[in-house]
Every structure is written in structure tokens, then in C-alpha cells.
């Protein structure tokens, strides 16, 4: 169900295009700093793994500031991620401040997943959101019906707490993505121009991949 693209590179300091990216403490592009955050390209601890009473495995990842972090954000953290595969996969991202400082942040776990074909996907569940169409130089637009994807979307749907579905007509297969503590979400697809600029897409794999995040 997760996608991983047949060009990711598995290289320390580099973003992964493939699972779930963690986009923390800022998502997005920022002048002079790391797009999409500190924390995506980096190598994180496997903090423990185990069994739990029903039989999902749970996996708890960490990492915490050093000197790259402090290089661009001076802040003191740790985070954790815990990772729960069964019949659902739950990922929950715990912020905490170790610093004598207050901090703000904003984070996305923008993950990707498969689809038959995207062009003949819909994300439903956003009908009357409103979003900013990053396409459209962040401008402020109105959602009407389900998402479609006919060209490059990237798209910010604000002030929605909602489910979301993934509905694949080439598999017949839906997907529901739920979230807690999280007011956006993101829904983005490059499509097939952006994808030619992007070194780690394989040619045409905009077809067969689209990003929820929350
Ligand atoms: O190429 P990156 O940094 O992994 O980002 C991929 C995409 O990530 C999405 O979350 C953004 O909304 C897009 O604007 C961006 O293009």
C-alpha cells in the first residue's frame, strides 16, 4: 500500500521518495534551510521493538537534536515515532521540548501511497474544504467534490479535522486515512511534468503513486 519509488536514494543526508517522510519541525520550503524540515534526511534510532498483546508489532524510533539540527534551529528535542503494523498501520509522532525554551512547529507525515492509476483515483472527504493551491501560487480555492487528479496537485486543504478515503477504481481498492491532532491536510501528485524534474521518479511513476499527509 505504501509506495516506493524505483529511483529513491538510501543515502545518509538525503530524503527518501518512497513510505512516509517525517516533516518536522517545519514543513514545506524555508529560505536557506532544508525543505520539509530536519529530520527526513537524517539516520534515526530503532529505540525498541516488540509484540504487543495482539499480535501488531511496534516498532519505536528516536531522534533528538546535534550539531546539523542546532545549525539551522537552535532548539533542544526529542522526537519519537511509533510505528503499529497489524491490520492498520498507526504512526504517532511525539514532539518533546528538552530545551529551557518554548518552540513552535509545524509537521506532516506525507505518505505515499500506491494506486493503480492515478488518473482514475479520487481522494474523498474534502468536498467543501477550503485549500491553498500551491500550483496556483498558494492561492485560496474551494473544494468541490472529490480530488481528481488530471495534472499536477499539491494542494494545503486547511481547517479539516476529516477522514480521508483513496479510492482506486483500477484495483477496486479504498484506503482511509485517519488522523488526530492535525487540522490540514495535503494532497499532492507532480504529475507528469514536475516528475521529469525530480531525479529520484522513475518515468511515469506519477501513475502509479499519490500523497495524503497530515
Ligand atoms: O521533493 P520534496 O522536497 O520531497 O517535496 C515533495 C512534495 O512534498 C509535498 O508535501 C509538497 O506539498 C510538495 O510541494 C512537494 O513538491
Redesign the pocket.
Known sequence: MLWVSKAAVYESGK?V?AGV?VCWPWF?AVPGKP??GLVRTRLWQLRGAALDASGQVVLRLGICDDDVTRSFWEHAFELELLVTVGRTLTLALTTHNTGAEAFEITQ?L?SYFCTGDSAQTTVQGLDGCHYLD?VQDFALCQQSGAVTFQSET?RIYTDTTANSLIVDAATGRTLRITKQGSAST?V?N?WSDKEKT?ADMACSEYRQML?V?T
Open positions: 530524503g521518495r517522510p514545506g525543505a520539509h506532516a506525507p500551491k499539491d495535503v499532492w507532480p525530480m500523497c499527509e
